[in-house]
């Protein structure tokens, strides 16, 4: 197999700032695609990887599975995509499609391990996959999703994660009209989470630490605002809610929202925080509660997302910036100091 060398950005070392270098891509294989990367999303996740905050991360790295960009070639055996094609790249590119969960769509479960869009083992090569802070990116046409052609692209790119990440637990849990839904957090999850629920049908319930917060919780589409440090708004809402999705990836009490939900609702997290969050027994049991957790999506419900998202004209809300300021993206992500996430304009690194 073949290979040649694209700019990137990346990291050598924990402590070291991003900073352009070349990497290797193979040359296409018959089911593989080449896209020409034309945005990148900027996770928190890529912040975490790079600096080895979870530890496993493999040097050099070069994050990004946040992915937009238009189809440059394709191999002997592609029947999904053609030449000019847009195309997206989620947080996996393989799977080890044999087991129950990959035959069941669920390749984000695959029992195996999925292979991550970076900081991966890349099986083709035999190396560390390397992600979309890159020039161009070869996949697996299985692993590729189509894009809506109306949509922005650039705020298009975070669905890939960020929408997928919130609309899979809603699908699960059958959102849509006439359930009462609860957002806790307004960040890069939270806010897709508002505006895909609402989508759905829902009347949707945010929860925010941050007066600063209200109105733009409301010009996403929510229909109510709580301020979840004031008890007596959070005491009012008690058994009120179906379904709760939890962005927050920060140490809170997650029994004060326990105790909306009506029997049998569920809360889900999708945010992470670094230790584990105290239960109490009696936060689930009275009221036959439901907590639970949800990754990403599969590749079929992904591209449900993306056409879902279509058909709704629903974007990520994002600041547009170079390659050459990720650093400093990274530094003002660690403050919040983003609404609601980055992407970067690759047409930055290939001037």
């Known amino acids: 197999m073949s290979i040649y060398t694209v700019k990137a950005f990346g990291t050598a070392a924990p402590e070291a700032d991003l900073k352009q270098m070349t990497i290797d891509r193979r040359t296409v294989t018959a089911k593989d695609v080449e896209i020409d990367i034309l945005y990148c999303g900027v996770c928190h996740s890529d912040l975490h990887t790079a600096r080895n905050e979870w530890g496993g991360t493999v040097y050099p790295n070069v994050p990004g ?46 029992e195996k391990g999925n292979i991550q869009t970076y900081n991966g083992h890349d099986t083709h090569l035999n190396r560390q996959t390397f992600g979309g802070y890159s020039e161009r990116v070869v996949v697996d046409e299985d692993f590729v999703l189509r894009i809506p052609d109306k949509l922005d692209l650039a705020a298009t790119a975070p669905l890939l994660c960020a929408g997928i990440t919130t609309y899979s637990p809603l699908r699960r849990w059958d959102v849509g009209a006439g359930k009462r839904v609860g957002v806790v957090g307004i960040g890069g999850l939270g806010h897709m989470g508002v505006k895909i629920a609402k989508a759905m049908g829902a ?16 010009r996403l589409g929510a229909d109510e605002v709580i301020l979840s440090t004031d008890n007596e708004q959070m005491r009012t809402h008690a058994k009120s809610l179906h379904f709760i999705l939890d962005c927050v990836s920060a140490q809170h009490d997650i029994n004060a929202y326990l105790k909306l939900l009506k029997r049998d609702g569920t809360l889900t997290l999708v945010g992470a925080p670094e230790l584990p969050l105290p239960v109490s027994p009696f936060s689930l049991i009275p009221g036959r509660r439901s907590l639970a957790g949800s990754l990403i999506g599969g590749i079929a419900e992904t591209q449900e997302m993306l056409d879902f998202c279509g058909r709704h004209n629903i974007v990520s809300d994002v600041e547009v910036i170079r390659m050459q300021d990720i650093n400093e993206a990274f530094d003002r992500m660690l403050k919040g100091d983003v609404k609601y996430r980055f992407v970067i304009d690759m047409a930055s690194l290939k001037d």
């Open 65 to 110: 599975h946040e992915i937009v960009g238009r189809i440059t070639h394709v191999g002997s055996g592609v029947t999904k995509f053609n030449v000019g094609d847009l195309a997206g790249v989620g947080c996996m590119v393989d799977s080890c499609r044999e087991c129950d969960s990959c035959k069941g769509g669920l390749e984000q479960y695959c």
């Open 203 to 218: 009347y949707v319930v945010v929860f925010t630490t941050s007066l600063s917060k209200v109105a733009d919780a409301k």
